[in-house]
């Protein structure tokens, strides 16, 4: 069974940092992309970044480069998203996704249909 885990979310003041945590299990990890979204009050779900594991590329929505990163450990299943010099407009809550990528398959994993697999949310809340 596919299981992605969340966690790191919290309450922070404006400029500061946190550290997302997805924790997977039930699939190949190395196989996998993994996707951070977030969605805000009354507002769509946003892809925020990817990565894909067997290679390492990254993607980031373009209003977030620079301030976040995503990393991953495949020793640990886990992908992270360290956030920096956060603003009252970060405030969602943010999910991780899984989608198995297909051999020789381009895609920058940012758009939400892509996806098979959601965890079930970390808050984050930024106070200005």
């Known amino acids: 069974e596919v299981q992605l885990v969340e966690s790191g979310g919290g309450l922070v003041q404006a400029g500061g940092s946190l550290r997302l945590s997805c924790t997977t299990s039930g699939f190949t990890f190395d196989d996998y992309a993994i996707g951070w979204f977030r969605q805000a009050p009354g507002k769509e779900r946003e892809g925020v970044s990817s990565?894909?594991?067997?290679?390492?590329?990254?993607h980031y929505t373009d209003s977030l480069k620079g301030r976040f990163t995503i990393s991953s450990d495949g020793a640990k299943n886990t992908v992270y998203l360290q956030m920096n010099s956060l603003k009252p407009e970060d405030t969602a809550v943010y999910y991780c996704?899984?989608?198995?990528?297909?051999?020789?398959?381009?895609?920058?994993?940012?758009?939400?249909?892509?996806?098979?697999?959601w965890g079930q949310g970390t808050q984050v809340t930024v106070s200005s």
């Open positions: 990565i894909e594991n067997r290679d390492g590329s990254t």
């Open positions: 996704a899984a989608t198995e990528v297909p051999p020789f398959y381009y895609s920058e994993f940012l758009n939400d249909h892509e996806y098979a697999y």
